[in-house]
């Protein structure tokens, strides 16, 4: 007797975007168990993630570093330097809808390799991480790749962040 094994199987609906899932091991799932994924098309880096004002940065970790997540860069045309506090504020409240926030510091060793030609003219920008102390927060310079810290009270620019799960 042969068996029959499906790991991974796509399936259109409606002639609409496929749905990938995994069955699991050992049975066939009944109708409404099986878990879906909706695949979207992701732009390339550098360009416009779909629908808004942001960029596309690549796969970075998450905020908490728990999962891998899409990273989309909310570019601030003010180019206003601002200490750390404003800074996060201003960053959460770019865009409501993603759940923006500032980039961690993993985030933005991301954002500078991907998109550092977009950065490098003003080239420093505060992260949202925190040195051990509490009193310092890391900086990001665009210009060299070099991440450093400074006082929470100085002024630098903003890497607004959205992840998409």
């Known amino acids: ?20 899932f995994d069955i699991p091991k050992g049975r066939m799932p009944l109708f409404g168990e099986v878990p879906c994924e909706l695949i979207l098309p992701r732009p390339k880096v550098g360009d416009k993630w779909p629908g808004t004002e942001a960029i596309y940065a690549g796969k970075s970790l998450s905020r908490d570093g728990s999962k891998i997540v899409d990273l989309i860069f909310w570019p601030d045309e003010s180019q206003k330097e601002r200490n ?20 961690t510091r993993q985030q933005a060793i991301v954002i500078n390799d991907n998109l550092r030609h977009l950065l490098s003219k003003d080239h420093w920008y505060w992260t949202e991480t925190k040195t051990n102390s509490g009193e310092y927060a890391f900086v990001q310079d665009f210009y060299s790749g070099y991440q450093g810290n400074d006082h929470l009270y100085n002024g630098y620019r903003a890497l607004a962040v959205s992840e998409i799960h």
């Open 1 to 20: 007797m042969t068996k029959l094994h499906i790991e991974t199987a796509n399936i259109t609906i409606n002639c609409q975007r496929p749905i990938s």
């Open 84 to 103: 750390f506090e404003d800074n996060k504020a201003w960053c959460e409240s770019v865009s409501t809808d993603t759940g923006s926030h500032a980039a």
